[in-house]
C-alpha cells in the first residue's frame, strides 16, 4: 500500500511509523503542504495520513492551503471512504473537515495520561492496549464538538476528545505515540511548539519532557505499533464488510 502523508512541518513527520510502515512493506508518499507542495490526485490515494503541525485549523487566512486540504481531507474519507489516520492537528482537521468544531482548549504540554471511553474500551483500534496510558501530548487547540456519527475513544482530564472513529475506517488522535528519540528536540526548533512547552513546564522544560520522553520510549513506541497493527485490522475487516 501507498500512505499518502500530509505533513505542515519538516519534523512533524509519521516518525516510528515509518519503520513499522516499511517493515511491512508499505511505502510513504508526504506533501509538504508548508512548502507549496500540491495536493495529489485522490484518485491516485490508497490511504492517507495527516500528521500535526503549528498552525491552528481556523486559521485559513495566513495558510491558503488550509482550506483546500480540508475539502480534500472530507472527500477522501467521506466521499471515497479511504483509509485515514490523523495526529493532533491531523485529528482536529479531520474533525473539522467533517463538520465538527476545533477551537482553543485547555494546553496539554508533557507525557500524560490518557483513558479509554467505554466505546474506546471495545474499539479495535485500542486492541491489546491498557489504560491509562502516558504519551506525549504538545496542544493548544482541541476538537470541541464531534461531526455527526463520530465516537468519541480516548479521552484525558484537560481534553475531552483525545481519539475518536468516524466511519469504519478513519481514526484521529490527539496525542503523539509516533515520537522517536530526537523528537522533543527537533520540535523545540517550532517557535510556537517552543513557547507552548516554557509556558507549561518552565525553564528547563525541554530538558525535563526529553528525559520523560526517552524513559518511556520503549512503551510509546509499543504503543504506536499496537495501534499501527489495529489500524490495519480496521481498515482491513472494513474493506471485507
Not at 164 to 179: D, K, L, N, S, Y
Request: aromatic share 8%.
Amino acid at each position: 500500500m501507498i500512505i499518502t502523508v500530509l505533513q505542515h512541518a519538516d519534523c512533524e513527520h509519521p516518525g516510528y511509523l515509518r519503520q513499522l510502515a516499511a517493515e511491512d512493506g508499505h511505502s510513504l508518499q508526504a506533501v509538504n503542504l508548508h512548502r507549496g507542495e500540491a495536493l495529489p490526485d485522490l484518485d491516485t490515494v490508497e490511504a492517507l495520513w495527516v500528521m500535526g503541525g503549528p498552525m491552528d485549523v481556523w486559521q485559513e487566512d495566513r495558510f491558503d492551503w488550509l482550506a483546500p486540504e480540508k475539502r480534500f481531507i472530507g472527500a477522501a474519507v467521506a466521499e471515497r471512504g479511504l483509509p485515514f489516520l490523523g495526529v493532533c492537528l491531523g485529528h482536529q482537521l479531520l474533525a473539522d473537515a467533517l463538520g465538527g468544531r476545533v477551537g482553543p482548549g485547555t494546553p496539554e504540554v508533557g507525557v500524560l495520561p490518557v483513558s479509554f471511553t467505554e466505546a474506546g474500551v471495545d474499539s479495535l483500534f485500542f486492541d491489546g492496549i491498557e489504560a491509562p496510558f502516558e504519551t506525549l501530548q504538545w496542544h493548544g487547540a482541541e476538537v470541541q464538538a464531534l461531526p455527526e456519527g463520530a465516537r468519541v475513544l480516548a479521552t484525558s482530564d484537560a481534553c475531552a476528545v483525545q481519539a475518536f472513529q468516524w466511519g469504519p475506517r478513519a481514526f484521529g488522535v490527539q496525542f503523539h505515540a509516533e515520537i522517536e528519540d530526537d523528537t522533543v528536540r527537533e520540535w523545540m526548533k517550532i517557535p510556537e511548539y517552543a513557547a507552548a512547552l516554557e509556558r507549561a513546564m518552565g525553564d528547563g522544560g525541554a530538558a525535563r519532557l526529553e528525559a520523560a520522553c526517552a524513559a518511556r520510549l520503549a512503551q510509546m513506541n509499543a504503543l504506536a505499533e499496537r495501534m499501527y497493527i489495529n489500524w490495519l485490522q480496521a481498515i482491513t475487516q472494513a474493506e471485507m464488510r
